[in-house]
């Protein structure tokens, strides 16, 4: 934590940044430069100021009226989903650090009537989760993820956001996430008793706050919504070596389980497979 804030100390003092004034057309290109930079740079320097550079600029062309309706196609490595009542759409990426773990960064626009910007952005504080799969927290404290699917459920009145995720984590391990969010006073609340499932060695163990799934990096463990049928289908995990606790040897089997909207919970079958 001291040398993240040590060193974006000596950036901000050190690095002078343009104050000209930016548009979509005359900025697209280099701001997707920047992203593939901050994703591929192999110095950690450049990927970091790369990543201060974007951030700051990519934020004045939010701040054009009616920016909520760009599409910003052409930044392939920055993911972009937008709930389906079209309330709010999420950015979020991610920069590796120089120990091989990963920040993420996530900003929330809401679709406001008036197209002022408003934009929320996410702290990822990963770090000081001690069990990231227990607690109920706030885009201040956030546990960094890249989102790539949303899903809009009811419940008692209340609209219920969940968010797919991922974060790359470290070399070992991956990990997709389910985080179910909700907004009071217009501002997101991450996580809350949504989950029931029965109990299983690859799983967190229950209750849970959102649903925190590891597996060994490259293996392709997955998590994917069904529009069609409402599920929520994750691959089914053994360990290469016997031991289901030590998640870097988690793989998927094959096998196929899933989460249905139940009575305002993401509930998953006791007994029954997908094949």
């Known amino acids: 934590m001291l040398k993240r804030i040590l060193f974006s100390i ?6 002078q940044f343009s104050n000209a004034q930016l548009s979509v057309d005359s900025t697209g290109i280099s701001l997707q430069k920047l992203a593939i930079q901050i994703l591929e740079d192999s110095n950690f320097e450049n990927r ?8 700051r600029s990519f934020v004045k062309i939010l701040k054009t009226p009616y920016s909520f309706n760009y599409t910003f196609d052409s930044l392939k490595t920055i993911s972009q989903i937008i709930s389906p009542d079209k309330k709010f759409k999420i950015f979020s990426w991610q920069l590796k650090l120089n120990d091989d773990s990963y920040l993420q960064r996530a900003a929330l626009q809401m679709n406001t009537i008036d197209g002022q910007l408003k934009l929320l952005p996410f702290f990822d504080k990963s770090e000081t989760f001690d069990a990231p799969e227990a607690e109920i927290c706030n885009r201040k404290k956030w546990m960094g993820a890249i989102y790539y699917d949303i899903i809009l459920t009811e419940f008692n009145n ?12 470290n070399n070992f391990t991956s990990r997709k996430i ?4 909700h907004f009071e006073n217009e501002d997101p609340i991450l996580g809350g008793d949504f989950f029931v499932y029965p109990k299983d060695e690859t799983y967190p163990d229950a209750p849970v706050e959102r649903f925190v799934y590891h597996y060994k990096k490259g293996s392709n463990g997955y998590i994917i919504y069904n529009s069609e049928n409402g599920h929520i289908t994750l691959s089914q995990l053994s360990s290469t070596s016997n031991d289901l606790k030590m998640k870097s040897t988690l793989v998927p ?7 249905e909207w139940k009575n ?8 029954e497979k997908l094949n």
């Open 10 to 15: 000596i950036l901000l003092c050190t690095f």
């Open 48 to 55: 970091y100021i790369a990543d201060s550079i974007f951030t």
């Open 158 to 169: 209340t609209k219920f956001y969940t968010l797919l995720g991922y974060d790359d984590y």
């Open 178 to 181: 389910i985080e179910v969010i």
């Open 253 to 259: 089997t094959g096998n196929e389980v899933y989460f």
């Open 264 to 271: 305002g919970k993401w509930t998953m079958p006791q007994t």
